[in-house]
């Protein structure tokens, strides 16, 4: 026998129904976490990594020992973490004899591995090193624009997958509309040699130049770090091409109170709200005063309240 | 600058853009040298980004120009699979099949019972069942049934139906997987798998007993224990000793009797086997006697004179042997010798 089960409160519906699968996604969430073993560089590349992605990330800072992305098995906490975070990307800092500082980035398709990256994190730089003007500090939340330089994100296959991880990272919430004068931080990443990337952020100032276009100018503000190529694992071909549909037609918003009319061309609807004069507020007739002071009222006028504003007015 | 422009791929919808050609001809040797010419070169692209951005078309607001981004060029991989589309439920085909439209419906009519305007649906609507007082009766009614029940029990039956059919539609949706969001189908029983074992039917006598167990777990053996209106006194309270009469009467005594002569001829019976046989005893013990006198000859003389010894003792021994197991007196007189 089965039987409907639908949520009892609708926080919770609703909850559910951000989570449902939709034609236009509106960007991915990022889960952070960690191994038994961290560095104290790691432990700061991370809450840093939390820091900028503050509104869209979920860090979690227990010690996790049965995760181990590249390994088969060393998966279903990791999926399941997912699941329960509603997250698509993940973060998964570790440290060892042999990968010191390693920070594995990974996404996720209907909460199943999708791909993974696995790069070493040198010459961290934290965001309270940098000293800059507070003035230009970006904004939570705020559009970042992402600039890739060099040959090495077209030529090397890992520098490839780990600039496409990147963006997916570091790319912010997905919008139509944009706000220019929201536009406050950059992210700079250069491939420096074949498996080396470092990685900047830096906020933006721009400066009137006379035309439309502004002139920007960057300015460090951190954090900053070498990102060493190590292990990679692309998807497999037949996910990447599922994950990859994109809904033909997006479901169009129904406009109300707007129709189209051969002749008339564009027609619309204007509704006015009655005017409520039969039941408009009356002075002095509230119910809760006592009858004979309401009289009273009604009798002397409105000399106290008078008086008081009076006074009021005289300081 | 239009040139470098030229050579910048630009994605607007990811705000990204990406030189592909730039390559440092020897790495600056001090970080400060790497940091520097990284951040230069990121403005120059951020800078790409930022002019062809401001010559978007843009609508003023109170927060300042908002511009509408054209949709990305980097294809990026989804986060979830596409919504798939919810299957036609079984009155959805039917509707189609026999060209049946949805038609616009009022939401309040007019009532002609109370003359009112009353809801289609819901708590106090138009043409209430609940507020018919009398029901006039017809000639096909059955004689002493209810029909204000059975208005009821049927109004019960078609929610049960409807119900049903919601279920059966949810189902085929669940398996196209297009269930709604917020609706989880659970198990209400878990499926059986083998043939289930038949319920056994508990009689009265072992529930009796059962509770008779239960009343007398307690310390006290349940004598203490309050009881319960109608409870009858429990029927097996452990093992009972019965005392017959010891005296010889017409009935019970000479079950007693019996009872002891019973015990003891079992007893009896059993050890049958091991009462004294007298002829038996005798021998034995007289075989016993030669054996160790025959030890102690053997013991003084020689091996060879051993071997005639024994020979003629045998046949000597076999003779006396015979006699005395007939008579105690005559293995007497054979000791005196």
Redesign the interface.
């Given at each position: 026998?089965?039987?409907?089960?639908?949520?009892k409160k609708g926080r919770?519906?609703r909850e559910?129904?951000k989570?449902?699968?939709?034609?236009v996604?509106t960007g991915?969430k990022t889960l952070i976490l960690q191994g038994t073993k961290m560095s104290r560089v790691l432990n700061a590349v991370l809450a840093d990594l939390y820091h900028l992605k503050r509104e869209s990330a979920i860090r979690y800072t227990r010690k996790n020992d049965n995760i181990r992305p590249f390994e088969s098995g060393g998966e279903s906490s990791l999926e399941f973490f997912s699941q329960k975070t509603d997250c698509?990307i993940f973060l998964y800092g570790s440290t060892s004899k042999k990968r010191p500082d390693n920070l594995v980035i990974g996404?996720?398709?209907?909460?199943h591995i999708?791909d993974l990256v696995e790069v070493g994190v040198e010459?961290f730089k934290p965001i309270s090193s940098f000293t800059y003007d507070k003035k230009v500090a970006p904004h939570v939340g705020s559009?970042?624009?992402?600039?890739?330089?060099?040959?090495?994100?077209?030529s090397v296959d890992e520098l490839k997958h780990l600039?496409?991880v990147l963006?997916?990272l570091l790319?912010g919430e997905v919008?139509?509309?944009?706000?220019?004068?929201?536009?406050d931080r950059?992210y700079?990443c250069?491939?420096?040699?074949s498996n080396r990337v470092?990685l900047?952020h830096?906020a933006?100032r721009?400066k009137k130049s006379g035309t439309?276009?502004?002139?920007?100018?960057?300015v460090?503000v951190g954090p900053?770090m070498d990102l060493v190529a190590r292990r990679h694992r692309l998807?497999n071909e037949s996910l990447?091409k599922?994950?990859?549909?994109?809904?033909k037609d997006r479901p169009k918003k129904k406009i109300k109170n707007v129709s189209a009319d051969a002749i008339q061309g564009k027609v619309g609807k204007i509704y006015i709200p009655d005017q409520k004069i039969g039941d408009m507020a009356l002075p002095n007739k509230s119910k809760g005063v006592k009858r004979e002071r309401r009289e009273a009222k009604m009798k002397n006028g409105n000399k106290e309240r008078a008086s008081k504003k009076q006074k009021e007015d005289s300081e | 600058m239009d040139t470098e422009q030229q050579q910048y791929e630009v994605d607007l919808g990811?705000?990204?853009?990406?030189?592909?050609?730039?390559?440092?001809p020897s790495?600056p040797s001090s970080?400060e040298d790497?940091?520097e010419e990284?951040?230069r070169?990121?403005?120059d692209?951020?800078?790409a980004?930022?002019?062809s951005?401001?010559?978007l078309p843009?609508t003023e607001?109170v927060?300042?120009?908002?511009?509408?981004?054209p949709s990305p060029t980097?294809?990026?991989?989804?986060?979830?699979?596409?919504?798939k589309p919810k299957p036609p439920t079984k009155w959805e085909l039917f509707a189609k099949a026999k060209g049946i439209k949805k038609r616009k419906k009022d939401k309040v009519l007019w009532d002609e019972q109370t003359g009112a305007w009353k809801r289609r649906y819901g708590y106090d609507r138009v043409n209430d069942d609940e507020d018919i007082p009398i029901i006039e009766a017809k000639m096909t009614d059955e004689p002493g049934e209810d029909p204000f029940a059975k208005r009821k029990a049927e109004k019960k039956k078609r929610v049960v139906k409807q119900e049903k059919n919601?279920?059966q539609n949810?189902?085929q949706a669940a398996k196209a997987g297009a269930l709604p969001?917020?609706?989880?189908?659970?198990?209400?029983?878990l499926p059986i798998t083998g043939t289930p074992a038949a319920p056994k039917m508990v009689t009265k006598d072992e529930l009796g007993n059962v509770a008779g167990l239960a009343a007398t777990a307690t310390a006290s053996g349940g004598k203490f224990d309050k009881k319960l209106p109608g409870e009858k006194p429990v029927k097996k309270q452990g093992k009972h000793r019965k005392f017959l009469p010891v005296v010889e009467g017409a009935g019970i005594g000479r079950q007693e009797k019996e009872q002891t002569d019973k015990v003891l001829s079992k007893i009896f019976s059993q050890h049958s086997h091991e009462i004294l046989n007298v002829d038996k005893a005798v021998s034995k013990y007289t075989v016993k006697k030669e054996k160790s006198r025959k030890n102690q000859q053997g013991k003084s003389s020689t091996p060879s004179s051993k071997l005639k010894a024994n020979s003629k003792p045998m046949k000597v021994k076999n003779k006396p042997n015979k006699k005395p197991v007939k008579g105690g007196k005559a293995s007497l007189s054979k000791k005196a010798k």
């Open positions: 026998m089965l039987k409907a089960k639908t949520p919770i519906k559910l129904e989570r449902a699968p939709k034609l996604e991915k698509s996404r996720t398709y209907d909460h999708y010459n559009k970042p624009f992402i600039a890739f330089l060099g040959e090495g994100f077209e600039k496409e963006l997916d790319r919008v139509e509309n944009l706000n220019l004068t929201g536009l950059a700079v250069t491939a420096v040699s470092f900047t830096c933006i721009l439309i276009v502004p002139h920007v100018e960057l460090e900053s998807p990447r599922e994950a990859m549909k994109t809904a | 990811h705000l990204m853009s990406f030189d592909p050609h730039h390559h440092f790495v970080r790497l940091v990284c951040v070169k990121g403005t692209l951020v800078q980004i930022v002019v951005l401001f010559n843009s607001d927060d300042g120009p908002l511009v509408k981004l980097t294809k990026l991989p989804r986060e979830k699979h596409l919504p919601r279920l949810l189902k969001s917020h609706i989880q189908l659970a198990a209400t029983a």
